[in-house]
């Protein structure tokens, strides 16, 4: 389905045949796994992602300060 996003709930469970109040069945569920993929398949790589940024912008503002006392205290 394109622009699931911007769909009203009716309309995304019309489109994949499914009751809101009901859900899937097993065989549903492993009907769709086949057909999309498991869920969360590219979360593994955004979460290793998301936890190496702040190391990374830790990593450039020592090295930052590191470049300004080391111009600071250089002599003439």
Known sequence: ????????TEEVLNYFNVSERLGLSQEEVKQNKKRYGPNGKYCNLFLVV???????SIQE???KRALELEITVRPE
């Open 50 to 56: 998301v936890a190496l940024l702040p190391c990374l």
């Open 61 to 63: 503002s020592v090295l």
């Open 1 to 8: 389905m394109e622009d699931a996003y911007a769909k009203t």
